[in-house]
T-cell receptor, first 112, second 115 residues
Framework: QKEVEQDPGPLSVPEGAIVSLNCTYSNSAFQYFMWYRQYSRKGPELLMY??SSGNKEDGRFTAQVDKSSKYISLFIRDSQPSDSATYLC????????????WGAGTKLIIKP | NAGVTQTPKFQVLKTGQSMTLQCAQDMNHNSMYWYRQDPGMGLRLIYY???????DKGEVPNGYNVSRLNKREFSLRLESAAPSQTSVYFC??????????????FGPGTRLTVL
């Protein structure tokens, strides 16, 4: 079993919909959680960064961490075609020795 | 600022050939990383360099070697390429890997095919 599970999709939704992307993990020591966005044929770029449990909002994006369920989510409100990309979750511990543990990524398609 | 640059962008090798992937960053970052990305597998760490002069193995180091040439440059070498090394390779850098906030900045990737 992988340490981080993420549904690869693709997830296809109409423009304007609320999108929910999720990852589950098995290591309860994870404390730092990240969402990266990767456009086709590009490198990933950091979208959201959260520590421990709770919510963090940035414009149309909300990152949510539920440590009791070992479950993290990324919500996108008023989705746009420009949000079409692969979204990767990543997480790490305080003593991670520099290593991020990555989900496989979910491919998101926003239909105009 | 160019950020993280990688060369080449594409490469086709025959089994047994060798090659070096080059990576450079102009952000004065201390830590650098090499990942491979395969469908359904996410990003897997091959090697990393916490700081100039140090390198360490990641999750999938077999078949690869690295050199941290200086603070800016971190190269990845395939000594004898195998079809299993067909992948997209990403170089990344961060201010310092041991910091709590460790945003990694990625290059555009190298698409490698081994026949």
């Amino acid at each position: 079993q992988k340490e981080v599970e993420q549904d690869p999709g693709p997830l296809s939704v109409p423009e304007g919909a609320i999108v929910s992307l999720n990852c589950t993990y098995s290591n309860s020591a994870f404390q730092y959680f990240m969402w990266y966005r990767q456009y086709s044929r590009k490198g990933p770029e950091l979208l959201m960064y959260t520590y421990s449990s709770g919510n963090k909002e940035d414009g149309r994006f909300t990152a949510q961490v539920d440590k009791s369920s070992k479950y993290i989510s990324l919500f996108i409100r008023d989705s746009q075609p420009s949000d079409s990309a692969t979204y990767l979750c990543a997480m790490t511990t305080m003593d991670s020795n520099y290593q991020l543990i990555w989900g496989a990524g979910t491919k998101l398609i926003i239909k105009p | 600022n160019a950020g993280v640059t990688q060369t080449p962008k594409f490469q086709v090798l025959k089994t047994g050939q060798s090659m070096t992937l080059q990576c450079a960053q102009d952000m004065n970052h201390n830590s650098m990383y090499w990942y491979r990305q395969d469908p359904g597998m996410g990003l897997r760490l091959i090697y990393y360099s916490a700081s100039e002069g140090t390198t360490d193995k990641g999750e999938v180091p077999n078949g690869y070697n690295v050199s941290r040439l200086n603070k800016r440059e971190f190269s990845l070498r395939l000594e004898s390429a195998a079809p299993s090394q067909t992948s997209v390779y990403f170089c990344a850098s961060s201010v310092a890997g041991h910091l709590i906030y460790n945003e990694q900045f990625f290059g555009p990737g190298t698409r490698l095919t081994v026949l």
